[in-house]
């Protein structure tokens, strides 16, 4: 069947358009949601776990709601899958560790009760690195999903949200959820060819869903396009009495903007201190989107900035490490428990940060902020690449390392950032730009992304053998 036919390669927004006027039948797309899974995961291991009778059953509710005039909202019967971080009473969350493969969660997720409330129905749970603390997206023994856009040499998909990006990408859903500690839903939306939002702190519910960071911790939209994007941060955002981080926060609708182009808008490029490092080809795509954005009208701006994107790495991978081991410190200390032999080196060094240091930390912090705020005045969003390099064989990685060059730094300062598909290597692997704009401003971000996404239309090219 062809894509644009196929429900699974349907984009997410006309999925839902057309359940909507009973045209598809919540049904038949989860149905055929599920048989793709059932033939293409055992290559790509993308899920944890597979909801599969839940998933007919609500499915089912859906379209009788539907025809009796009963429908929720413009989303129901729309299938998701969720990270396996996402807390849902009774079911399995693993954080991504065999160490807690029967460990049943307690609670359900605020951010799980709004997409149930909203009518999703929930496919499963996807892959994650262990405790979701890397960026490569591997997992030494809950397995690596496979990166879809290389059929024959395994390649890094990202992570954490490793598996939400390959699912995504290879339609075994329509889109997912993923959190972003300091690049977790962009990494894997670079290296899959994906729209991923990385929303500010307050912005979506953490609540229920294991942590890493809280300090840095955020949930996101990962789609396979900019307007499927908005439509589902739409659907997780908002107030939460459960987690006082988004109670001074709105609720946010990033579409009565996300139309208007970017004539007027100051858009910075990458300084040329930063290029060091990045594939040629990363470059040349990088360019050509900031062509792409100027002939729409934006105005391509220099600017200074206060700090070295090496330097905010390495201030967050400090606050990381000191609050990952103060959640995690009694398993990373327990040598006899089987952890990632990749993982276990990131978060110990958290054990020989002192209060007085963390604290230091956080200062430095804020004083980041301000001076990155007095840097960007005036400017509507940064641009950089989302990744160096497009995605690498699992062979080439080197775990002590970390591909976050240009995703921690939003995390550290307290912004809001969306990658987005900017063009292909000649192998045909996805690269990815990043649109970087301050706190509590996605919807400028997506609006940014959106008109360079119709201008350029990279997002409809599908891996192998998935259509293009």
């Given at each position: 069947m062809p894509p644009d036919k196929d429900p699974c390669f349907l984009p997410a927004h006309v999925l839902a358009a057309e359940i909507g006027a009973r045209r598809l039948s919540p049904v038949a797309v989860v149905e055929a949601f599920l048989e793709r899974i059932g033939a293409e995961e055992g290559k790509l291991r993308a899920f944890v776990e597979v909801y599969e009778e839940d998933a007919r059953l609500a499915a089912e509710a859906a379209e009788k709601a539907i025809r009796s005039g009963h429908a929720v909202g413009p989303l129901h019967g729309v299938p998701i899958a969720l990270k396996d971080l996402?807390?849902?009473?009774?079911?399995?969350?693993?954080?991504?560790?065999?160490?807690?493969?029967?460990?049943?969660?307690k609670v359900t997720a605020s951010l799980v009760r709004r997409l149930l409330a909203a009518g999703f129905v929930i496919?499963?749970?996807?892959?994650?690195?262990?405790?979701?603390?890397?960026?490569?997206?591997?997992?030494?023994?809950m397995g690596t999903p496979w990166n879809p856009w290389d059929q024959a040499l395994a390649r890094t998909p990202g992570g954490s949200s490793a598996g939400s990006g390959v699912a995504v990408a290879a339609g075994l859903a329509p889109w997912a959820i993923g959190t972003d500690t300091g690049g977790s839903v962009r990494l894997p939306s670079s290296w899959?060819?994906?729209?991923?939002?990385?929303?500010?702190?307050?912005?979506?519910?953490?609540?229920?869903?294991?942590?890493?960071?809280?300090?840095?911790?955020?949930?996101?939209?990962?789609?396979?396009s900019v307007e499927d994007a908005a439509l589902l941060y739409r659907a997780m955002a908002g107030p939460d009495p459960l987690d006082g981080k988004t109670l001074g926060h709105a609720a946010e609708d990033p579409f009565p903007g996300l139309r208007r182009g970017v004539k007027g808008l100051r858009l910075a490029r990458l300084p040329a201190a930063e290029r060091e490092g990045v594939e040629s080809e990363v470059l040349s795509a990088y360019e050509e989107a900031l062509?792409?954005?100027?002939?729409?009208?934006?105005?391509?701006?220099?600017?200074a900035l206060p700090c070295r994107f090496g330097d905010y790495t390495?201030?967050?991978?400090?606050?990381?490490?000191?609050?990952?081991?103060?959640?995690?410190?009694?398993?990373?200390?327990?040598?006899?428990l089987p952890l990632d032999e990749a993982v276990r080196p990131r978060i110990r060094p958290g054990r020989e940060i002192a209060a007085r240091d963390y604290l230091a930390a956080l200062a430095e912090r804020e004083e980041a902020k301000r001076l990155f705020a007095e840097a960007i005045?005036?400017?509507?969003?940064?641009?950089?690449?989302?990744?160096?390099?497009?995605?690498?064989p699992l062979d080439a990685v080197d775990q002590n390392s970390t591909p976050a060059h240009f995703t921690r730094f939003v995390n550290f300062l307290d912004l809001c950032a969306l990658a987005l598909p900017d063009g292909f290597t000649k192998a045909g692997l996805p690269i990815s730009l990043q649109i970087v704009c301050r706190g509590y401003e996605e919807a400028t971000a997506l609006r940014i992304g959106y008109a360079y996404e119709k201008a350029t239309r990279w997002h409809e090219r599908r891996p192998p053998g998935s259509g293009s």
């Open positions: 996402v807390e849902i009473e009774g079911r399995v969350t693993t954080g991504g560790s065999f160490v807690w493969r029967d460990r049943r969660s496919l499963g749970k996807t892959h994650t690195v262990e405790f979701a603390m890397g960026g490569w997206g591997t997992n030494q023994h899959c060819g994906l729209a991923g939002l990385k929303t500010t702190i307050g912005r979506v519910s953490t609540y229920g869903i294991l942590p890493l960071s809280p300090t840095l911790d955020t949930p996101g939209p990962m789609a396979r062509q792409d954005l100027a002939r729409l009208g934006a105005e391509i701006v220099e600017i390495r201030a967050t991978g400090r606050i990381i490490a000191a609050e990952s081991y103060f959640l995690l410190g009694d398993l990373i200390d327990n040598e006899a005045g005036g400017i509507d969003a940064l641009l950089t690449p989302t990744t160096q390099t497009a995605a690498i």
